[in-house]
């Protein structure tokens, strides 16, 4: 969860990782972040997130992408 | 078989009293009988390819769902004796098969669509550069008639087999009933592109007769009729008039013929997608919307998100989404962050993947550079205004409040309206340079006295300018009504003479004013051709 609090840290140091909820929703995250987020995961995690994973569902906390990287790490 | 068409209405009259009288089970195969027959009006030709696409992806979504069946059941029955990397190289495997069957579909589908549709766009360009050498043209056009609504349900079917593959869609069992998510006829020219998973359970389902369900359908099919009849269908001839004579007509005959364009389109398309929903909904069918008021948007960002809704969200979810997660995206960021820096690398992949993405949604609607230059510039257009937040943000801090304001609101939008208008000056001229050159007269050659009296001289009488403006100012004020929720729910609570009397005025306003008749020849809609 460091590791991944991190890289999000790298693009937004401001924001409160360990409790915002939004960071889809309320636009806190752009394409551009997303395109970063995956690609960092990828180089750190060693996990490709697919394209069917990129919703809000996954993006809008950190605790939230973390779950996914753990699932994606065990699929 | 126009939708504007008198065979087309005694056609739907004949479906709909039919759909409500055989018993539910059967509506489902009225419909594809129906579909067949509306498709094989314009031509037997079509169906083969429609068949091909049909099958194809009916075959790849059933094997790729078996594949995934038998993969679960192995992966479950050698839980405790496979380790986690065996799971997983066998899960690979399985992939790669999937991928292959995706893939193989995929070809196929879109190579119709790109062999009927840019065939000759190619064979124009290759001649093109072989004129420049040796000064002639060396290939000849070859003679291929595309199949109608062939964009719509190639990308709706595809929208299918990709969600298949993802595991986010139950491959349909019934060959017929993937027929008919396929063509059912109201949406098949023009959209909206449904999901599969959206559409197949109101499409597959038995709707009895609702009296408020098909009132509130045939109120919205008439208000599409209305706008296209009577706004789209008449102002086309001064746009016809000035984008067909750029000698004749420059300066603010462009400008105009520019905001006429725009209401061309906004009320031939939103029209032609009223009809499509409402005829659904008279079936008792459930279609996506595809435009919520997209001219009063505040950029350009959000009106992408309001204008044709259903197309936008299948370029980023099946495109932009696939382009961003993969591996030569994703390496292309990490290279220029460690090459270029953090900010540049954050934003190459995306400007890449944008342009990418504009230039399919461009090529998509036309074989020609005119709307690869428009789609381009589009992208062009979002990335500039994403890049100026900043300077935004800093006028917002120094202006508080002015967002709140009502003439900001007015001017934001005029902005859109124009900005967007302009773009779309290059469906209109017949290639990419007249539209820049055209373009450029509006602010050089500006003889505005002049020209409104030749407004009179483009085929419309000052009556007919009149119409439009009366029939436009009424969208607009529907349009903003619309903002507080459902004007036919409201209007169904009034009294059923209330009721009636906005009906037959719609009715009587289309036949009083509407472009149509014997003699008269009713335009296609624009978005058939794409």
């Given amino acids: 969860m460091e590791q991944l609090i991190e890289i999000l840290k790298e693009l937004h140091p401001d924001v409160d990782y360990e409790n915002c909820t939004t960071l889809i929703t309320d636009k806190i995250l752009d394409s551009f972040d997303m395109i970063t987020i995956i690609a960092e995961v990828h180089n750190r995690f060693d996990v490709v997130i697919p394209a069917d994973e990129l919703g809000p569902e996954n993006f809008n906390s950190a605790r939230a992408l973390y779950a996914l990287i753990t699932r994606l790490e065990d699929e | 078989m126009l939708f504007t068409s008198f065979e087309f209405v005694a056609f739907l009259a004949c479906v709909l009293v039919l759909y409500y009288l055989i018993p539910v089970r059967f509506q489902w195969i009225l419909l594809l009988v129906a579909n067949v027959f509306f498709y094989a009006c314009s031509g037997l030709y079509g169906l083969l390819f429609m068949g091909v696409t049909i099958v194809t992806s009916y075959a790849a979504a059933r094997i790729m769902s ?105 491959a349909e069992k019934n060959i017929f009933k993937m027929a008919l998510f396929t063509s059912f006829f109201p949406q098949l020219i023009q959209g909206p592109i449904s999901r599969f998973g959206e559409l197949s359970q109101t499409l597959y389902a038995p709707h009895r007769f609702d009296f408020r369900t098909v009132w509130f359908g045939l109120e919205r099919v008439l208000w599409g009729y209305f706008k296209k009849l009577v706004i789209a269908d008449r102002i086309v001839v001064a746009v016809n008039a000035i984008v067909g004579q750029p000698d004749i007509y420059s300066g603010f005959y462009v400008f105009c013929g520019m905001l006429f364009y725009a209401a061309e389109l906004y009320a031939d398309f939103t029209g032609g997608i009223d009809i499509t929903i409402g005829i659904a909904q008279m079936f008792g069918i459930q279609l996506a919307e595809n435009f919520e008021r997209p001219y009063f948007s505040k950029n350009i ?93 800093k006028f917002h801090a120094h202006f508080p409040g002015i967002q709140k304001k009502y003439a900001y609101r007015i001017f934001q939008v005029v902005r859109t309206v124009l900005l967007m208008s302009s773009l779309r000056m290059l469906d209109c001229y017949r290639n990419v340079g007249l539209t820049f050159k055209m373009f450029g ?86 978005y058939n051709q794409f």
């Fill in chain 2, 66 to 170: 078996a594949v995934q069946y038998h993969m679960d059941d192995t992966v479950k029955a050698h839980k405790e004796v496979w380790s986690k990397q065996e799971r997983k190289a066998y899960k690979q495997q399985i992939k790669r098969k999937k991928r292959m069957i995706f893939i193989g579909c995929l070809l196929v589908n879109l190579g119709i669509l790109a062999v009927l549709k840019y065939t000759n766009f190619a064979i124009a360009n290759v001649n093109g550069i072989a004129a420049l050498f040796t000064g002639r043209h060396s290939i000849a056009r070859v003679n291929l008639v595309l199949p109608l609504g062939i964009s719509f349900y190639t990308f709706q079917t595809m929208g299918y087999v990709i969600d298949v593959y993802r595991g986010k869609a139950e």
């Fill in chain 2, 441 to 526: 007269t509006m602010f050089t050659d500006w003889n505005m006295t002049a020209a409104m009296k030749g407004l009179l001289q483009l085929g419309l009488t000052a009556a007919d300018y009149a119409v439009v403006a009366v029939a436009v100012v009424l969208v607009l004020c529907v349009s903003l009504k619309q903002r507080r929720g459902s004007i036919r729910e409201r209007l169904y609570e009034r009294t059923a003479a209330v009721q009636y009397l906005v009906v037959f005025a719609l009715l009587f306003a289309i036949l009083i004013f509407g472009a149509y008749g014997i003699g008269y020849d009713a335009n296609q809609f624009i």
């Fill in chain 2, 301 to 393: 960002a959000e009106y992408w998100r309001r204008w044709h809704i259903t197309m936008g969200t299948w370029f980023k979810d099946y495109l932009f989404y696939p382009l961003s997660a993969s591996m030569p995206v994703l390496s292309m960021s990490t290279f220029c962050r460690r090459h270029f820096g953090a900010a540049a690398g954050r934003r190459i992949p995306v400007y890449f993947v944008t342009l990418v993405v504009w230039f399919a949604t461009g090529i998509w609607h036309g074989a020609s550079w005119n709307f690869i230059v428009w789609g381009l510039l589009n992208a062009v257009v979002i990335l500039l205004s994403q890049e100026c937040r900043p300077l935004y943000e």
